[in-house]
């Protein structure tokens, strides 16, 4: 029977109610033939566990590995009600379905927040590594028996001597958990991943859109999918295909080809396939690890065919693209994105946002330097990395209208710019976006700067409403982002000019990833910076 014909059937068997569609004869471990889990009660809940462990990693980035300490400092680890409450989408979404169910019981692990500085922040140590999954572990042995066990995960998490984190988590949770519980798991589409993790778990749901759209949705979905496994109505087949290319975050805009028509190959196939899920890992590239790269993932309910040929499909398609999803792209550098800056104020095409996309740890100047020298005004600068401005504004207990005057910005080293000279006075100082020291500086013909203590990236003009800041009556935003602005400066037509800014130089945030020094990463085996193998593996 062909892929086709097969699928149909399974089809034709849910229009029925007939449970198992396209699963084998025989049930899943740890499942019954009554579609009901081993080890829950007749008419009882599924009990299921839920953890969250998320970091992109930026090996590259200055500042030193994190310790415990950098995974506290925010806010302690939490779990309970306090974890499923949370508004951690990737959470948040399971959580929901899950509730309306009415069936399923969550037990919130202990889980570690967020680390301070978020993606612009290196390595977890090991310790920390285990500290934090030892929490969720010792809740989890608490909690047994479960019936299955909910991860919101990233997959470019980076721990020093842990090759592949997140497989890891699986593996501990899996040995606790044992073989006949699933384990499924959300993710960032900037994952580094590789079948590692489908080999322990049972199955993976990665964001479609970037911007994360949709981290939601793919709660959601993990929660329906889980719960089809735990009723013995799906047996999942998974597959994994890793192709060899490696690319800037910059250039996987979802909105745009050849990245678009990726992720739209990926839905093709669960539209047209009931039952059938398509993951795509674009990779991060400033994560210095061994499953770098782009990955395609796809779970089937028992069809090892429609599984192998949905995945070889995608990858294929990826392959085909992979000269223009791998291209480095045309951006302008500060000082001409400046002199465009400027003709579109004359011309009303105003707001202007300028991306500074190589800025990951947020200090960098070479935008702000451009602006200040063509005295354009009515800027507004969020955000700019400054934590020694900040303590000397905190520490002197400098009240607003305060005068400022001195270098900020450019102190992670030549790249990212030298130090500029900023002359104003102290509008607002206080707590915001989990931070306790930001402060906001006029200064200039009408512009303001924000100065935060660590990578702030702004996605919403909202964001931007406080300390009496009205963000319409700006000409210009200079945001350090790559494309998650574009949920409220470009999706909703607000800024009428968006500049992708550049930086001189070879640096650890720009397209031109073959100038960093990989340790660890197979970069010589990618494309194109090496010699890749023959397609998709």
Known sequence: MSVRAATAAAVLLVALGMSGCGAPNTPPSGQTTSGVRAGQGAGGAFKVAVARFQHETCTFCPGGDMGIEDWTRIRPPFGGDALLNDDDTYVAGFVKMAREFGDIELVGLTSPYEAFGGSSRAWTTKDAFDHFVDLMLTDLRAALPVDGVYLALHGAMAVRDVPRPEAEIARRFREVVGPGVPIVAAFDLHGNEDAAFLEVADGSFVTKHFPHYDSWFQGERAATYL???????????????????????????????????????????????PGVFVSVFLGFPWADVPDIGTTVQVMTNGDATLAEEAASDVAALIWRERERYASAGSYPLPAEAVRRTQTAIASGATPVVLADYWDRPGDGTWTLKALVDGGVGKVLYAALTDAPALDAIFEADLPPGAPFDREVGGYTGEPAGQPVRITGTLRWKGARWGYERVAVIDFGPGNVLILTPAYQQITMPGQLRFADLDPDAFDVFVLKTRAHFRRGFDDNGYAKTILIVDAPGDWFGTTRLGALRYEHAPITRLYPFGTPPDGPR
């Not at 290319?245 to 669960?270: H, K, Y």
């Open 227 to 273: 719960r089809r496994v735990m009723r013995g109505e799906y047996a999942p087949v998974r597959v994994t295909k890793t192709v060899p290319v490696v690319t800037a975050t910059v250039l996987q805009w979802t909105g745009a080809s050849p990245v678009m028509d990726i992720m739209a190959r990926a839905r093709r196939w669960e539209d047209q396939y």
